[in-house]
Nanobody, 118 residues
Framework: QVQLVESGGGLVQPGGSLRLSCAAS????????MGWYRQAPGKQRDFVAI???????IYADSVKGRFTISRDNAKNTVYLQMNSLESEDTAVYYC????????????WGQGIQVTVSS
């Protein structure tokens, strides 16, 4: 069973930083792209960043230059370093493991709150 557990969220001031972690179990890291999505109240869940198995990274335009995604395959963990946080970054952040091969299970984490406020 694939399970994703996020941690590291919380309340920070504008301009501050947070580092989110997503620990995955039940997967082989090389067979999954792992990334982050976020959903603000009343809005659609949006793509934030992804780290593919070939070390390619893709970012949403809204977070380029501020967020950095990284991956530790040995720990089956993906991170999202968030710097220069803005109030617009406030959302529930979800970890995603997307299977790169057919027949493999993909999964979402339960979500973790990030609040940027004075």
């Amino acid at each position: 069973q694939v399970q994703l557990v996020e941690s590291g969220g919380g309340l920070v001031q504008p301009g501050g930083s947070l580092r989110l972690s997503c620990a995955a179990s039940g997967i082989t890291s090389s067979l999954y792209a792992m990334g982050w999505y976020r959903q603000a109240p009343g809005k659609q869940r949006d793509f934030v960043a992804i780290f593919t198995s070939d070390d390619n990274t893709i970012y949403a335009d809204s977070v380029k230059g501020r967020f950095t995604i990284s991956r530790d395959n040995a720990k089956n963990t993906v991170y999202l370093q968030m710097n220069s946080l803005e109030s617009e970054d406030t959302a529930v952040y979800y970890c995603n493991a997307r299977a790169l091969r057919s027949g493999l299970e993909s999964a979402w984490g339960q979500g973790i709150q990030v609040t940027v406020s004075s």
